[in-house]
């Protein structure tokens, strides 16, 4: 009987970035059991009043149905609470699936987070409070 490599763990991290804009770095499987969290940062960080969010998913390895929902409904809430919300370093397996799904023209999409961070801050962008 072989062994299989254990799943690999879904970790994530929110920090403060720049101009008050909240990074999530999320590593992992984004699926049914991951979810959750990622939802809940979102969503806490928005009922803190920082709807302006960069989700960095350069360390996600796998993306399913329910991670793709949470991407959905974190950009919906942002945009609800009169933010914004950005994926910075999508990968070639969960681009896949949102190219699938048809929702990737959906997302602001960024190379790097600082990049997503500066989109946010030009002049001109509504993105930023104030």
């Known amino acids: 009987m072989s062994r299989s490599a254990p799943a690999p763990a879904f970790t994530i991290d929110s920090r403060s970035g720049r101009y008050g804009i909240t990074v999530i770095k999320a590593c992992g499987e984004l699926d049914f059991y991951a979810g ?28 399913d149905s329910t991670g793709l929902g949470v991407l959905i409904k974190g950009l ?6 009169g933010g914004s919300f950005a994926i910075a370093r999508l990968t070639r397996r969960p681009e896949r699936t949102l190219r699938t799904a048809g929702v990737l023209a959906l997302f602001d999409l960024y190379d790097t987070v600082e990049a997503a961070e500066e989109a ?9 409070p104030g």
Not at 120 to 128: E, H, R
């Open 36 to 63: 959750p969290r990622l939802r809940t940062a979102v969503l806490e960080s928005v009922a803190d009043g920082k709807a302006l969010i960069v989700v960095d998913v350069g360390g996600l390895e796998f993306l």
């Open 76 to 81: 919906k809430v942002c945009r609800a609470a």
């Open 120 to 128: 946010f801050s030009s002049p001109g962008s509504s993105q930023l």
